[in-house]
């Protein structure tokens, strides 16, 4: 009997580790996500307090809205600044420090001190330096250039925004990197060595092979990150100017909370979820494919 109970309770204690994770889980994503779906179809047009459930009106507004489709297309265009970006240097900065050079512990450091700096706090100076009279324009003075119009010129501001950003996860990604490339077994570059590669070489036929899952995690985290890029824009631009920087999530965040549009946002919200798992898939076909024997 005694036996019994013990391995009953023994079969049991899985479960209740993984209680805690299910129920955070169930609370903040499984619930949440199902009202999202639920609050989607509902209007709040005309009766915040009633709403007209079962309708397809906020899909349709949305389709017909040039600000969503405006917001649509900057959230892309900063994924194209940044991703690609994210993938490559942090790559590059990885494998040089990497080698065996004096001072790298300091490089390291220096490099991911960005990353344990706030959001805001990052957000706000960058904002000062691209001040008309901040830093920035004070050294484009000195060396007798035009000022620029970092956050006050739609054809700019979407990219000094994209710069906080790849300044503030470059040292992160690139620990990434690092992690990974320690597992590099050395015996695969002397080899290569033997086999006359150079450096160049030497990283694309070793390094670059043994680093695809890795890739393939900083490109899903870095596209899902910029798709869901916030902060930086509240703070620095509040989607203007002339809504050029106006991203998804920002205007689900106007429509949810500045009109108390529920209905809509929700409605954003699902649109967002959709275009995630999109670029989610595409970074499987293209990274891991035979992973998941695609």
Request: a positive charge; charged letters at 15%.
């Amino acid at each position: 009997m005694k036996q019994n109970y013990i391995q009953n309770t023994l079969k049991r204690t899985p479960y209740l580790f993984l209680l805690p994770a299910a129920l955070l889980l169930l609370l903040f994503f499984f619930i949440p996500f199902f009202q999202t779906m639920i609050y989607s179809f509902q209007d709040y047009s005309t009766d915040i307090y009633n709403p007209v459930f079962g309708t397809l009106s906020n899909y349709k507004e949305l389709y017909h809205s040039p600000v969503f489709i405006k917001s649509l297309f900057n959230t892309f265009w900063f994924l194209a600044l940044t991703t690609p970006f994210l993938v490559v240097f942090p790559l590059f900065l990885a494998i040089l420090i990497n080698q065996k050079i004096r001072g790298k512990t300091l490089y390291k450091l220096i490099i991911y001190l960005p990353v344990v700096v706030s959001i805001v706090v990052v957000a706000i100076a960058f904002k000062w330096l691209y001040a008309p009279k901040g830093l920035l324009n004070y050294f484009l003075e000195i060396i007798h250039l035009p000022a620029i119009d970092w956050l006050s010129s739609p054809k700019v501001a979407m990219v000094s925004v994209a710069l906080v950003t790849i300044f503030k996860g470059v040292g992160y990604y690139m620990m990434i990197y690092l992690a990974s490339l320690m597992s590099v077994p050395r015996e695969l570059y002397e080899a290569a060595e033997i086999d006359g590669a150079s450096e160049f070489q030497k990283h694309m036929t070793v390094t670059i092979p043994h680093l695809m899952p890795t890739i393939a995690l900083v490109s899903t985290i870095s596209a899902i990150s910029a798709l869901k890029v916030f902060v930086e824009i509240y703070i620095m631009t509040k989607g203007g100017p002339l809504d050029s920087t106006k991203t998804i999530v920002y205007y689900i965040y106007e429509r949810a909370f500045e009109n108390l549009d529920i209905g809509l946002a929700s409605a954003a919200c699902v649109v967002l979820l959709v275009v995630v798992m999109i670029f989610s898939i595409i970074n499987i076909f293209c990274f891991e494919r035979k992973k998941y024997g695609l």
